[in-house]
């Protein structure tokens, strides 16, 4: 079955920064990589995906990068908020079993 | 509102009962899942339903047993569990791969305590 990693576990950023999450998978007949924001008490929720064919993809502050031959993509969120701050996970879906990896809690500071 | 409804909330049961878990979908998704969310392990897959038969059962013990009677239609039954098991249970739907629309939808989740 699929593996994902993800890193780093724990991220703290100051208001307006970057910040940049990492995954990788470990199966080449995964095409489908979504990435959840899951506030405190609150059900994970999508905020951006890509797919196999595409390279990038950005929405807003945040983007998503893949490299299918490293089999590895990013989360990149730019000009950091407060209310960014969450855990975020990333998924990669192979045919339909969507397995995620173990997620990033990310911290904002004012 | 995302679509998908799970029963009960919060449930606290012993370990000697047996009880059920309930999710539920009208968004006309093909693909269910069940995810176990702990502190140990956030977002642990579970099971995974397409058009209604079993694709995955990530080494889940047999004292979880699922049941997809329909498309829109899954449960989780439970018995004799210990408090290990203790954890959010989060069920989610999808298109399933294929679809140009993948998106997982989650229900908030039953939070069970096992004593």
């Known amino acids: 079955g699929e593996n994902v990693e993800q890193h780093p576990s724990t991220l703290s950023v100051q208001e307006g920064d970057s910040a940049v999450i990492k995954c990788t998978y470990s199966d080449s007949a995964s095409n489908y990589f979504p990435w959840y924001k899951q506030e405190l008490g609150k059900r994970p929720q999508l905020i951006i995906d890509i797919r196999s064919n595409v390279g990038e993809k950005k929405d807003q502050r945040i983007a998503v990068t893949l490299n299918k031959t490293a089999k590895h993509f990013s989360l990149h969120i730019t000009e950091t908020q407060p209310e960014d701050s969450a855990v975020y996970f990333c998924a990669a879906m192979e045919y339909s079993t969507l397995t995620f990896g173990k997620g990033t809690m990310l911290l904002v500071s004012p | 509102e995302t679509g998908v409804t799970q029963t009960p909330r919060h449930l606290v049961m012993g370990m000697t009962n047996k009880k059920s878990l309930k999710c539920e979908q009208h968004?006309?998704?093909?693909?269910m899942y069940w995810y176990k969310q702990s502190a140990k392990k956030p977002l642990e897959l579970m099971f995974v339903?397409?058009?209604?038969?079993?694709?995955e059962n990530n080494s889940v013990p047999s004292r979880f047993s699922p049941e997809c009677p329909n498309s829109s239609h899954l449960f989780l039954h439970l018995h004799t569990l210990q408090p290990e098991d203790s954890a959010l249970y989060l069920c989610?739907?999808?298109?399933?791969?294929?679809?140009?629309?993948?998106?997982?939808?989650f229900g908030q989740g039953t939070r069970l305590t096992v004593v």
């Open positions: 968004l006309g998704h093909n693909a």
């Open positions: 989610a739907s999808s298109l399933g791969q294929g679809y140009s629309n993948t998106e997982a939808f």
């Open positions: 339903y397409s058009l209604e038969e079993r694709v």
